[in-house]
C-alpha cells in the first residue's frame, strides 16, 4: 500500500470503457479521488455516448472517447481506433493510469502510455495468457475495504493507495435545467412528481429481461392499487418489450423508451416515486439519484450487482435454478442465463408495497 502526498498527482486517468452501470458505480472512484487530490484532473476513458454524462455531473474533469462500434470492427479498425486513443493520451503526460476495465486492451493501452504509477489488479478477472504481461506497478486486490459488491472492485485503487473512503455510493444529482425538462414532460403527460412508478423493461441479453407479459401483470396490479402512474423507461433498442407492454396493459402507460438521453433520464428517475426493473444501467442510475429500487435479478447475484446507498428490494429466484430458457441460456455467464424468468408477478408486487411503504415517512419529508 503507498502512502503518497495529496500533491503528488496532477492528472489521473481512470480506464473505465464499459456500460452504464459501470460508469454510475466508478463515479464513486471519482469522488474520493477528486477529495483525495483536489488540484488533480479526473480523465476517463470512455465509449463517446457517456463523454458529455461524465463531464456534465462533475464525475470527471475531462474525458477521452472511443468508437466501440470501431473497437468491435475489423482489425484494422480496431488498430486504428487504439492508435488514435494511445496518441491522445500519451500527450497528456499522466501521473497515474487507474485500470478498473481489467481487459486485454486496457492492459495494453496502460502499458503504451506508460506513467509513472500504474493500478491494475492481482489476480485479473480474465487471466493473463503466457505471453501477456500485467503494466501495472501497483497491484490492487480484487475486492477492497473487506466488501463483495462491485463497486469495491472500483474502489480497490483507494486501499492500494492508501486513501481513506469518504464516499461509499453513488449519488449523481440531476443538472437544473435537466430536471426542468423532466418536469415539463410530466407536465406534457399530466404526470405527477413522485407520483408515477418508473419501470425499465430491457437488458442487453434476452436472458436478463423479466418476461413483459409479467411487467403488465404487476404495472395493472400496483397501480390499481397505488394510484400510481406508469412510465416506461429505456434505450431505442429496447422497443420490442416496450411494445407487448403496451399493446397488453389495462393501464395507462407513458412510453419514454428511446425518447431520454443519459442526462433526461437520470432527472426523471429523480422524480419517481419507485424504480422497478431489471438489473441494469438504469437500475443503478435510479439508485444514483436517490429513488428506492425494485431490482430484479437472475444468476446475476444481488450481493455483487445490487442497488446501493437507497432503500431497495433486490429480488431473485432460489438458487440453483431449474432452467427455464432452453437453449438460449448459459448457465457460466451471468448476463445470458434466464433465471429472472422464473420470478413471480406476486413477489414483485408485493416487493413494491413494502418499499413503498417503508419510503413514505421519508418522501413525505422531502416534499
Same mark, same amino acid.
Given at each position: 500500500?503507498?502512502?503518497?502526498?495529496?500533491?503528488?498527482?496532477?492528472?489521473?486517468?481512470?480506464?473505465?470503457?464499459?456500460?452504464?452501470?459501470?460508469?454510475?458505480?466508478?463515479?464513486?472512484?471519482?469522488?474520493?479521488?477528486?477529495?483525495?487530490?483536489?488540484?488533480?484532473?479526473?480523465?476517463?476513458?470512455?465509449?463517446?455516448?457517456?463523454?458529455?454524462?461524465?463531464?456534465?455531473?462533475?464525475?470527471?474533469?475531462?474525458?477521452?472517447?472511443?468508437?466501440?462500434?470501431?473497437?468491435?470492427?475489423?482489425?484494422?479498425?480496431?488498430?486504428?481506433?487504439?492508435?488514435?486513443?494511445?496518441?491522445?493520451?500519451?500527450?497528456?503526460?499522466?501521473?497515474?493510469?487507474?485500470?478498473?476495465?481489467?481487459?486485454?486492451?486496457?492492459?495494453?493501452?496502460?502499458?503504451?502510455?506508460?506513467?509513472?504509477?500504474?493500478?491494475?489488479?492481482?489476480?485479473?478477472?480474465?487471466?493473463?495468457?503466457?505471453?501477456?504481461?500485467?503494466?501495472?506497478?501497483?497491484?490492487?486486490?480484487?475486492?477492497?475495504?473487506?466488501?463483495?459488491?462491485?463497486?469495491?472492485?472500483?474502489?480497490?485503487?483507494?486501499?492500494?493507495?492508501?486513501?481513506?473512503?469518504?464516499?461509499?455510493?453513488?449519488?449523481?444529482?440531476?443538472?437544473?435545467?435537466?430536471?426542468?425538462?423532466?418536469?415539463?414532460?410530466?407536465?406534457?403527460?399530466?404526470?405527477?412528481?413522485?407520483?408515477?412508478?418508473?419501470?425499465?423493461?430491457?437488458?442487453?441479453?434476452?436472458?436478463?429481461?423479466?418476461? *413483459?407479459?409479467?411487467?403488465?401483470?404487476?404495472?395493472?396490479?400496483?397501480?390499481?392499487?397505488?394510484?400510481?402512474?406508469?412510465?416506461?423507461?429505456?434505450?431505442?433498442?429496447?422497443?420490442?418489450?416496450?411494445?407487448?407492454?403496451?399493446?397488453?396493459?389495462?393501464?395507462?402507460?407513458?412510453?419514454?423508451?428511446?425518447?431520454?438521453?443519459?442526462?433526461?433520464?437520470?432527472?426523471?428517475?429523480?422524480?419517481?416515486?419507485?424504480?422497478?426493473?431489471?438489473?441494469?444501467?438504469?437500475?443503478?442510475?435510479?439508485?444514483?439519484?436517490?429513488?428506492?429500487?425494485?431490482?430484479?435479478?437472475?444468476?446475476?447475484?444481488?450481493?455483487?450487482?445490487? *442497488?446501493?446507498?437507497? *432503500?431497495?428490494?433486490?429480488?431473485?429466484?432460489?438458487?440453483?435454478?431449474?432452467?427455464?430458457?432452453?437453449?438460449?441460456?448459459?448457465?457460466?455467464?451471468?448476463?445470458?442465463?434466464?433465471?429472472?424468468?422464473?420470478?413471480?408477478?406476486?413477489?414483485?408486487?408485493?416487493?413494491?408495497?413494502?418499499?413503498?411503504?417503508?419510503?413514505?415517512?421519508?418522501?413525505?419529508?422531502?416534499?
Amino acid at each position: 500500500m503507498l502512502q503518497i502526498s495529496p500533491t503528488a498527482f496532477r492528472s489521473i486517468l481512470i480506464l473505465q470503457a464499459k456500460f452504464v452501470g459501470d460508469i454510475v458505480l466508478a463515479s464513486t472512484l471519482a469522488k474520493n479521488l477528486q477529495l483525495e487530490y483536489p488540484e488533480a484532473r479526473i480523465v476517463f476513458l470512455c465509449e463517446a455516448r457517456f463523454g458529455g454524462f461524465l463531464t456534465e455531473h462533475g464525475i470527471a474533469s475531462e474525458v477521452v472517447t472511443f468508437r466501440r462500434a470501431m473497437m468491435r470492427g475489423t482489425p484494422l479498425q480496431r488498430g486504428r481506433e487504439l492508435l488514435q486513443m494511445v496518441r491522445e493520451l500519451r500527450q497528456q503526460r499522466f501521473d497515474m493510469i487507474i485500470d478498473i476495465t481489467d481487459s486485454k486492451t486496457s492492459r495494453i493501452l496502460s502499458g503504451l502510455i506508460d506513467a509513472p504509477i500504474r493500478l491494475g489488479y492481482h489476480p485479473t478477472e480474465r487471466p493473463m495468457r503466457w505471453y501477456e504481461r500485467q503494466p501495472a506497478n501497483v497491484r490492487m486486490k480484487p475486492f477492497a475495504f473487506g466488501e463483495r459488491h462491485y463497486l469495491y472492485r472500483y474502489l480497490s485503487p483507494l486501499e492500494a493507495l492508501g486513501v481513506n473512503l469518504r464516499v461509499r455510493a453513488p449519488a449523481i444529482r440531476p443538472l437544473p435545467f435537466e430536471t426542468s425538462r423532466a418536469l415539463a414532460l410530466l407536465g406534457k403527460y399530466r404526470l405527477r412528481p413522485h407520483g408515477f412508478l418508473a419501470v425499465h423493461a430491457g437488458a442487453s441479453f434476452p436472458g436478463r429481461r423479466w418476461q *413483459p407479459e409479467r411487467f403488465t401483470a404487476a404495472i395493472d396490479r400496483i397501480s390499481a392499487e397505488t394510484g400510481l402512474d406508469v412510465v416506461l423507461v429505456g434505450g431505442p433498442e429496447e422497443s420490442e418489450a416496450t411494445d407487448r407492454i403496451m399493446a397488453a396493459a389495462k393501464t395507462p402507460v407513458v412510453n419514454l423508451v428511446g425518447a431520454l438521453s443519459l442526462e433526461t433520464l437520470l432527472a426523471l428517475l429523480k422524480e419517481a416515486r419507485l424504480f422497478v426493473g431489471n438489473e441494469s444501467g438504469p437500475m443503478h442510475m435510479a439508485a444514483a439519484a436517490g429513488t428506492p429500487v425494485v431490482g430484479l435479478f437472475g444468476l446475476t447475484s444481488p450481493v455483487r450487482w445490487g *442497488p446501493v446507498g437507497v *432503500p431497495s428490494i433486490s429480488l431473485r429466484p432460489s438458487m440453483p435454478c431449474d432452467c427455464v430458457g432452453g437453449d438460449l441460456c448459459r448457465r457460466i455467464d451471468p448476463s445470458k442465463a434466464c433465471c429472472v424468468w422464473r420470478l413471480e408477478v406476486d413477489a414483485v408486487v408485493e416487493a413494491v408495497r413494502e418499499l413503498l411503504a417503508r419510503t413514505e415517512v421519508a418522501l413525505e419529508q422531502a416534499v
